[in-house]
Nanobody
């Protein structure tokens, strides 16, 4: 059974940083990603990572500010978020799947396994 557990969310001022963690167990999936969902908005892909060659994918809105990484020894996926903006506030979810269609790396329907989420609040 796959288990994904996010942590690291919190409240930060605009311009600040947070690092989210996703501890995963049960299986090693080759695709892992971060999504977010703000109230009243659809779930949005933020960043994805392909274990096969460590390729990473980012939404345009976070490119250059967020970094996704994986610590295989600790079975933990990270999302380093810098230069946070008010519009980054959302519930952040970790997701995993054994396969993702090329070009759909940041599409939520491609991922079958999800964590419960961790809340990020950004004050301006």
């Amino acid at each position: 059974q796959v288990q994904l557990e996010e942590s690291g969310g919190g409240s930060v001022q605009a311009g600040g940083s947070l690092r989210l963690s996703c501890a995963h167990s049960g299986y090693t999936y080759i695709w892992m990603a971060w999504f977010r969902q703000a109230p009243g908005k659809p779930r949005e892909g933020v960043a994805a990572l392909y274990r096969g060659d460590d390729s990473t994918y980012y939404a345009d809105s976070v490119e250059g500010r967020f970094t996704i990484s994986l610590d295989n020894a600790e079975n933990t996926l990270y999302l380093q978020m810098d230069s946070l903006k008010a519009e980054d506030a959302a519930m952040y979810y970790c997701a995993a799947d054994p396969s993702v269609v090329a070009g759909r790396e940041l599409v939520s329907k491609e991922y079958r396994y999800w964590g419960q989420g961790t809340q990020v609040t950004v004050s301006s």
